[in-house]
Structures are given as structure tokens and as C-alpha cells.
């Protein structure tokens, strides 16, 4: 019988969600949802220097904001050390791994000797027990590392879900360090925290982990994960590297080149469902399908059609789908997260239903929450129409009319048809077209000269809002 899929995202926290990790999480989370398994979130915080709270905060909130929900976790890494420190004693108990007293200025000296014969530097193997050797007695005061004996010789393969066959070389891999060591003040024989590649190993056995798709910038990892997963007797996962993503200018996606993380994107106004199709779609394909739910990735999501060459990120085509999502997304939904921008900017928009009212008339036209803001601020603060839009629009020829118009309205039932009915009563007594009264009206009301039908926009003010921006013409 085959084991349930169990599928991981194992961020370290020493940043925000990066948007390669979080298309990770989206392949791992999809992948296990789709063969009815397991997805496991586990916070990878052994770099205890670098690893903070607020981004462990940060990892789950982008999450938690994404959708993607886990089935166990967040577990974390520096909640198990005794589990590593157990695995590390079996396997020095086993003759797979060794202490290394090495200091590192005899690690130094090593490599410079190896590069002056013109070789690649790597660990000699000297504190690895063999047959026949004979080791120097541990040194006073040094703590050890917990090395793990790699086959000297032999090929590591694997079938990469997304990379097809690898195989590196055992020559090319050193005896990689396992702990690191022990504080300087803790009692001779104390065990150090894990390095990654031994305490990933050990928590994807312990977690029954199947497939670990993560970042191509692992393969090198791989072999050393390989080679100690057989040497605990544990079951091989499944590999699969998705490719990095680079910039819309070629390079690697990185902070100098704009927003790489979850976060940010989420206060730049686009929403999860769009963020996800997107990410999606970057490094996976189905068929020529651009738009699709959460509900069709997992149906579709098997693990084939992964890209093998990287993808790049195209801020335009994100906003194409976020303005496709927008369209779709629930007005109500839209005025919340509306309220919430422009209370980011101090504004206080407190009426959810007029919120939502203007959003059904905004949102077509709009490709972020942020730009359905910027529109929607009219509703709330005075505008401020461009000098150069008062000159072409609310002309001498007009002004009349916007006066008799600002009467009508004062009496007009306050509603489109009201409005609409005010309107087109004043250009019929001053023999304007709409086109000419429009703008003005728009410049003067809203501080733009397009938007919806003006009758419906300006149904959305209170009236006396609108006399008030009609009062200086
Ligand atoms: N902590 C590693 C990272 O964030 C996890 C890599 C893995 O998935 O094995 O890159």
C-alpha cells in the first residue's frame, strides 16, 4: 500500500515570506490536497541568530492570508533538539557519524594546504574513525562538531519531480557537519543545535514527509540529505526543485528589485485568490488555462507540468489577474478591505453599505484594492481637482449651467433617477449636450474628469456633499 502523501513548507524565519517560498507552500499544500493527504508547516529556526518572532508572525499571518491552510504544525525546529541530539548519539553508536575537534584554525590551515597543492578544498577526514586508524585523544576545551561519514565513494540519483534525473558524485561531497558545536561553557560531551541538512532529514522521517518540493538553490543539499536519510534506514521523500524566480528585468527576484514578499503585495491591494492563480501559474501549467480557482488547482495539481527553467515575474499580468478577481470578489468583502486602506491613510470610512454601493460601480475599473481606494477617498475628503482639468472643463460656457444645475439638485429626490432627471432638465434649458456638463460636473465632484455615469456616482455623495463642491463655480 502506498504511504498517505504528506507534503511540507519549512520556512526559516528569518525574513517575510518570500514569494518563491510561498509558491512552494501553494505546489507542497495543492499537491496533498489533491491526493487527499497532509500538508505541514515547520518553522526551520536553528539559525538561532537570525530567526525572530515577528517573522515567524509574519511567516504564519501570510499563510493564514494565502488560504493555505496546514493539517499539523507550525512545529519547530528548536522545540526538537533533543530528537536530534538522540539521532546524532545513534548514529555515532552506529559509525555513521563521528566528532570532529577540529578547530577552525586548523580547518584554515587545511584548506590553505589544499589550495596550495592545487586542490578543491575540503574536510580531510581526519577525526573520521576507520578501520586500522589509530585517533588522537580528544583535545582539552575544544567542543566538537557531529560529522556524518558520506560514502566515500558511489553516486547519488534521484528522479526529480520537476528536474528529471540528477546524480552527483560522492568525490564531490565532504563529511558534512551534522551539530555544530556545543556553547564553549556547557559540560564536556554536550551536543550542539542541528545544521539543516540534518535536522530537515530528520523531521521529514519523523513527519512521514513523501514529497518535499522546495527551491532549486537546495539541489546541492540533496545528496548529503540522500545519503543520511539511507544511512537512518528512513524512507526516501520524493524531490522536486522548482527554479527560482527572476525579475521582470532578468535577474533573481530580490528586495533591490521590488516587492518579494507576501506581505507586501497583500498591502500593495491584491488579493490571496489572485496572488495564489498567479504564483500558480508561474513554474505550472495547465494546459493554456490562466484563470482558475483554488478548487481546479487542486484537481489539477498531480505534480506534472512543472516548468524546469525559470519564470519571471510580470508585474503586469499580476494585476491583469488581481483586476480579474476584483471584478469577481463580493462588493462587501471589497468595502472592508477598502475601509481598511483608507484607514492606513487616516481616512475614516464608516458606512459599510456605501462602501459597498461604490465599489459595485469602481471595481471594474480598477486592478487593486489600493487603486479602488484612491477612488473611493472622494466619498470621504475633499478633492482636489488638477488646475489644468478646471481650465479645459468647468469653462465659462458651462458655468451657468452648473449653477441652475446645483438648484435643481438642492430640490431633486435624492437618487439616480432623481439626479439623472435634474441633469438632463438643465441642459435642455441651456442647450447642452451631455458631454459638455459632464466633466465639469465629474472635476468639480469627484476631482477627475472620468468615471461611471455621473448620475449613478453622484447618487452615491450625500446631496448636500455635492452642492457643497458645486458652490464656487
Ligand atoms: N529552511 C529551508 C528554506 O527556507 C527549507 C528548505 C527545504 O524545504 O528543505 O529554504
Known amino acids: 500500500m502506498k504511504p498517505t502523501v504528506r507534503t511540507r513548507i519549512a520556512p526559516s524565519p528569518t525574513g517575510f515570506l518570500h514569494l518563491g517560498t510561498a509558491r512552494t507552500a501553494l505546489y507542497s499544500w495543492a499537491y496533498a490536497r489533491h491526493h487527499g493527504g497532509q500538508f505541514v508547516l515547520r518553522i526551520e529556526d536553528t539559525d538561532v541568530a537570525r530567526s525572530t518572532q515577528d517573522s515567524v508572525q509574519q511567516i504564519l499571518d501570510s499563510m493564514d492570508w494565502l488560504?493555505?491552510?496546514?493539517?499539523?504544525?507550525?512545529?519547530?525546529?528548536?522545540?526538537?533538539?533533543?530528537?536530534?541530539?538522540?539521532?546524532?548519539?545513534?548514529?555515532?553508536?552506529?559509525?555513521?557519524?563521528?566528532?570532529?575537534?577540529?578547530?577552525?584554525?586548523?580547518?584554515?590551515?587545511?584548506?590553505?594546504?589544499?589550495?596550495?597543492?592545487?586542490?578543491?578544498?575540503?574536510?580531510?577526514?581526519?577525526?573520521r574513525p576507520m578501520p586500522g586508524k589509530r585517533l588522537p585523544p580528544p583535545p582539552e576545551g575544544v567542543q566538537p562538531v557531529v560529522r556524518f561519514?558520506?560514502?566515500?565513494?558511489?553516486?547519488?540519483?534521484?528522479?526529480?519531480?520537476?528536474?528529471?534525473?540528477?546524480?552527483?558524485?560522492?568525490?564531490?561531497?565532504?563529511?558534512?557537519?551534522?551539530?555544530?558545536?556545543?556553547?564553549?561553557?556547557?559540560?564536556?560531551?554536550?551536543?550542539?543545535?542541528?545544521?539543516?541538512?540534518?535536522?530537515?532529514?530528520?523531521d521529514d522521517w519523523d513527519m512521514g514527509i513523501t514529497h518535499v518540493f522546495r527551491g532549486d538553490e537546495h539541489i546541492?543539499?540533496?545528496?548529503?540529505?540522500?545519503?543520511?536519510?539511507?544511512?537512518?534506514?528512513?524512507?526516501?521523500?520524493?524531490?522536486?526543485?522548482?527554479?527560482?524566480?527572476?525579475?521582470?528585468?532578468?535577474?533573481?527576484?530580490?528586495?533591490?528589485?521590488?516587492?518579494?514578499?507576501?506581505?507586501?503585495?497583500?498591502?500593495?491591494?491584491?488579493?490571496?485568490?489572485?496572488?495564489?492563480?498567479?504564483?500558480?501559474?508561474?513554474?505550472?501549467?495547465?494546459?493554456?488555462?490562466?484563470?482558475?480557482?483554488?478548487?481546479?488547482?487542486?484537481?489539477?495539481?498531480?505534480?506534472s507540468h512543472l516548468a524546469r527553467s525559470p519564470a519571471q515575474w510580470d508585474p503586469a499580468k499580476l494585476a491583469w489577474v488581481n483586476a480579474h478577481y476584483i471584478k469577481q470578489a463580493d462588493d462587501a468583502r471589497l468595502a472592508r478591505l477598502v475601509q481598511a486602506q483608507l484607514a492606513s491613510r487616516g481616512v475614516l470610512a464608516d458606512d459599510l453599505v456605501q462602501l459597498a454601493q461604490a465599489t459595485a460601480l469602481f471595481k471594474d475599473r480598477c486592478s487593486t484594492v489600493v487603486e479602488l481606494a484612491d477612488w473611493l477617498a472622494m466619498f470621504f475628503v475633499p478633492v482636489a481637482p488638477a488646475e489644468a482639468d478646471l481650465q479645459?472643463?468647468?469653462?465659462?460656457?458651462?458655468?451657468?449651467?452648473?449653477?441652475?444645475?446645483?438648484?435643481?439638485?438642492?430640490?431633486?429626490?435624492?437618487?439616480?433617477?432623481?439626479?439623472?432627471?435634474?441633469?438632463?432638465?438643465?441642459?435642455?434649458?441651456?442647450?447642452?449636450?451631455m458631454p459638455q456638463l459632464a466633466p465639469a460636473l465629474r472635476v468639480l465632484v469627484c476631482g477627475r474628469a472620468q468615471t461611471p455615469s455621473v448620475d449613478a456616482v453622484l447618487s452615491l455623495f450625500s446631496r448636500d456633499a455635492v452642492l457643497q463642491r458645486l458652490q464656487h463655480v
Not at 164 to 186: T, V
Not at 414 to 420: P, T, V
Open 67 to 127: 488560504g493555505l491552510q496546514y493539517d499539523e504544525g507550525p512545529v519547530y525546529q528548536m522545540q526538537r533538539l533533543d530528537r536530534y541530539h538522540a539521532v546524532a548519539e545513534a548514529m555515532i553508536a552506529a559509525g555513521t557519524a563521528y566528532r570532529c575537534y577540529c578547530t577552525p584554525e586548523e580547518l584554515d590551515a587545511m584548506r590553505e594546504a589544499q589550495r596550495a597543492r592545487g586542490e578543491k578544498t575540503h574536510y580531510d577526514r581526519r577525526w
Open 149 to 202: 561519514c558520506n560514502p566515500e565513494d558511489g553516486i547519488v540519483n534521484w528522479d526529480d519531480l520537476v528536474k528529471g534525473a540528477i546524480s552527483i558524485s560522492n568525490h564531490e561531497i565532504d563529511d558534512l557537519i551534522i551539530l555544530r558545536p556545543a556553547a564553549a561553557d556547557a559540560p564536556a560531551g554536550s551536543l550542539g543545535v542541528p545544521t539543516y541538512n540534518f535536522a530537515v532529514v530528520v
Open 220 to 303: 546541492n543539499n540533496t545528496p548529503w540529505q540522500i545519503n543520511i536519510f539511507r544511512a537512518l534506514g528512513a524512507p526516501l521523500p520524493q524531490f522536486g526543485h522548482c527554479p527560482i524566480i527572476l525579475g521582470d528585468d532578468g535577474q533573481k527576484l530580490s528586495k533591490r528589485r521590488g516587492a518579494v514578499s507576501v506581505t507586501a503585495y497583500e498591502e500593495a491591494g491584491y488579493l490571496p485568490e489572485a496572488m495564489l492563480n498567479y504564483l500558480a501559474r508561474l513554474g505550472w501549467s495547465h494546459g493554456d488555462d490562466e484563470l482558475f480557482t483554488r478548487e481546479q488547482m487542486v484537481q489539477w495539481f498531480d505534480g
Open 392 to 433: 479645459a472643463h468647468v469653462t465659462d460656457l458651462v458655468r451657468p449651467a452648473l449653477h441652475s444645475l446645483r438648484d435643481a439638485l438642492a430640490g431633486a429626490p435624492w437618487d439616480k433617477a432623481g439626479i439623472a432627471a435634474a441633469i438632463k432638465q438643465t441642459l435642455a434649458a441651456h442647450g447642452l449636450k
